[in-house]
């Protein structure tokens, strides 16, 4: 006899995505570090700040450019309702932090929970999946072509440095209108807009997984100025990176 529910609490090293499929509901959640979660044609970051709810069956990829820790759950199908959706990535709350905190003594195991321990584990799930219905903004599509999804590559490899479009649509092989048009088709928005993305996921992670000033990080992603970052940053995240990085402290 499983457990109900369990903690999972690990670290990893930095490795190369690796595809997932539970049988559980899985609430996917770091405590130091970030992780990237792939599905659906669309990339997320997950510092502390941050969880996916996956219903069981659900399959998703996972990768760690940083050394990270894992602070998750996973929740027997019969013991909580179906999630909202089969994936969805919020924003946690202080609550919901502190639940998943307190959670961690309960790892995978044969003894059945106390009552005390079921009591924690149903109230997570009540706030997170409640949570789970304001889904967070900060995401990427992925793209469904080779093309666009080099494309996207090749862009985020070169944040730091001097990004142009029409290098970019060269290398790939398609001319830059051509090139355009699979931008808004396959992504709904412009290879500009998606730029912008990928420097504030890259900083999302940089803020989860160091200490490194936010100017440092703002030049590092591909600003030319502190104060741009900090408008793009506050216009997707609704934070400034100093506050945004305060949230990733319990």
């Not at 996207?152 to 290098?167: A, D, K, S």
């Not at 993305?197 to 590092?220: C, G, H, K, N, Y």
């Not at 900090?230 to 100093?242: I, K, S, V």
Request: net charge positive; charged share 25%; glycine share 6%.
């Amino acid at each position: 006899m499983t457990r109900l529910a369990h903690s999972f609490v690990r670290t990893f090293a930095a490795g190369p995505a690796r595809d997932l499929q539970v049988e559980r509901h899985y609430l996917l959640c770091a405590s130091a570090g970030a992780l990237r979660l792939e599905a659906e044609g669309r990339v997320w970051v997950l510092p502390p700040a941050r969880a996916a709810l996956i219903e069981a069956g659900k399959p998703i990829r996972v990768s760690i450019p940083r050394p990270v820790t894992t602070a998750s759950v996973l929740f027997d199908t019969g013991f909580v309702p179906v999630p909202p959706a089969p994936l969805t990535v919020f924003d946690l709350s202080p609550l919901a932090r502190n639940l998943v905190a307190e959670c961690r003594e309960w790892g995978e195991g044969d003894e059945p929970l106390t009552a005390y321990a079921r009591t924690l584990f149903a109230a997570l799930a009540a706030v997170t999946w409640r949570l789970a219905e304001q889904p967070s903004p900060v995401v990427v599509p992925t793209g469904r072509s080779p093309e666009l999804r080099r494309a996207l590559r090749l862009t985020e490899e070169r944040l730091g440095g001097r990004v142009r479009f029409e290098e970019v649509a060269d290398e790939v092989g398609l001319a830059p209108r051509s090139l355009a048009r699979r931008f808004s088709d396959e992504t709904g928005m412009t290879w500009r807009a998606a730029l912008r993305r990928l420097r504030l996921l890259r900083a999302i992670e940089e803020l989860a997984a160091s200490d490194t000033p936010v100017t440092s990080i703002a030049f590092m992603v591909g600003y030319s100025s502190l104060s741009a970052f900090n408008a793009a940053f506050q216009e997707l995240t609704g934070r400034t990176p100093t506050d945004y990085r305060a949230s990733f402290r319990p």
